[in-house]
């Protein structure tokens, strides 16, 4: 989805570049979601991971988003795929509304394509960000 510049670190951008390139990712059953994911790298604005503000959401991020259609509020952390578990709010990069978060920052309103329709979702905030906490290992 074309929209203003989103944000992300060049750790999130080397990391989310090597899953575009795995070949078990690209013959897998996310396949579809990654030309997606490359459009956002390719549209990013990238920083180094102490330069990212805390209120943009980067990998491993908790985040606090308002479905504006329902009014459901979720709590969501923002995961590289072999981490996802749905059980725990633990979304994959690779899932629609995880590609959708990425780089966005809380207040913004972000408009996505999932496979219902469009869903519309407000950042109410960022709960956790690993860079704000000074975890850049993860």
């Known amino acids: 989805m074309p929209g203003r510049d989103i944000v992300i670190t060049s750790l999130d951008q080397n990391r989310l570049t090597a899953?575009?390139?795995s070949p078990s990712?690209?013959?897998?059953?996310?396949?579809?979601?990654?030309s997606e994911l490359r459009a956002e790298l390719e549209r990013a604005v990238v920083v180094e991971p102490?330069?990212?503000?805390?209120?943009?959401?980067?990998?491993?991020?908790?985040?606090?988003v308002l479905d504006m259609a329902s009014g459901d509020v979720k709590e969501y952390t923002l995961v590289y795929p072999h981490?996802?578990?749905?059980t725990k709010n633990m979304i994959s990069i690779l899932a629609p509304v995880?590609?959708?978060?990425?780089?966005?920052?809380?207040?913004?309103?972000i408009?996505?394509?999932?496979?219902?329709?469009?869903?519309v979702l407000k950042?109410?905030?960022v709960l956790y960000q690993p860079e704000a906490a000074g975890d850049f290992h993860l």
């Open 19 to 21: 899953i575009l390139n």
């Open 25 to 34: 990712i690209q013959e897998g059953p996310d396949r579809e979601r990654l």
């Open 50 to 64: 102490g330069e990212v503000p805390a209120d943009v959401i980067t990998m491993n991020s908790k985040v606090k």
């Open 83 to 86: 981490m996802a578990d749905i």
């Open 98 to 109: 995880g590609t959708a978060l990425l780089g966005y920052r809380a207040g913004d309103v």
């Open 111 to 119: 408009e996505w394509r999932v496979p219902s329709g469009t869903r």
């Open 123 to 125: 950042v109410e905030s």
